[in-house]
């Protein structure tokens, strides 16, 4: 894809995150636009940060730390599955960790972040539809994960990420969408998670229908960059 292409894409994404926004009363700057980079080389990161771009996620620590050395200024968010023994790693890369999902990996991220000296903010990854498939805790959990969270230093858990089972009508996934805001909501109201404001939620074919349901972050990949080989999903 042309650089003219992936800034025109970029454009146009940034419109529709605008659009969908306004029609939920909410400010277009309430949505964080982190564009997906995964399996595109780095001159196709460099094409995006010239578009203005500043957000980016990546599913595999090894894969990003080339994008990220080249682009250290720019935020790093962590999207796919993080192993044991690449958290060291990840802590040093990422800006932030949005795949946590259990108290042993929270505790392990907490432990590096201390050696690290660094606090890193990250999201608690829900299994909404109980995908034998998929990465995230069981929503039950959450509140014993939380309290896990309360008591570790360098890790602050800031919200929600999730995946709805892939849909073909966007409209499909709305109902997932909201389920992750009332959890977040409810969350909060019991006094757990002061600093819980983020949903993580909408990718390249339902990112608007996410926004209009309270995302504050969408992952959006095709949309900008085109389609990818297999390998990344
Ligand atoms: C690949 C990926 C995306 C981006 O998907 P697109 O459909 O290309 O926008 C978003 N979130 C996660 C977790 C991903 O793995």
Request: proline share 5%; hydrophobic share 40%; glycine share 10%.
């Amino acid at each position: 894809m042309t650089e003219e292409l992936i800034r025109d894409r970029a454009a146009r994404v940034l419109e529709r995150v605008a659009r969908a926004a306004a029609r939920a009363g909410r400010k277009p700057e309430s949505v964080r636009l982190v564009a997906v980079t995964k399996t595109h080389p780095v001159k196709r990161v460099a094409e995006a940060y010239e578009a203005g771009l500043r957000a980016f996620g990546e599913n595999y620590v090894q894969e990003a730390e080339e994008k990220v050395r080249a682009f250290p200024d720019a935020e790093w968010h962590l999207i796919g599955k993080l192993q044991a023994n690449k958290v060291k790693k990840a802590v040093s890369l990422f800006g932030w960790i949005q795949t946590v999902d259990s108290g042993e990996l929270l505790a392990d991220v907490s432990r590096r972040c201390v050696e690290a000296e660094k606090t890193l903010p990250v999201l608690v990854e829900v299994n909404l539809a109980g995908e034998e498939s998929k990465a995230g805790i069981d929503p039950g959990e959450l509140p014993a994960l939380l309290e896990t969270a309360a008591g570790l230093p360098g890790v602050t858990v800031r919200g929600l990420m999730a995946i709805p089972p892939a849909t073909v009508d966007p409209e499909d996934s709305r109902p997932y969408f909201a389920r992750l805001r009332e959890l977040l909501s409810r969350t909060a109201s019991r006094g757990a998670g002061g600093e819980m404001t983020e949903l993580s939620m909408g990718m390249s074919n339902d990112f608007e229908v996410a926004i209009e349901e309270g995302a504050t972050m969408v992952r959006v990949g095709t949309a900008i960059f085109g389609s990818r080989a297999r390998r990344g999903g």
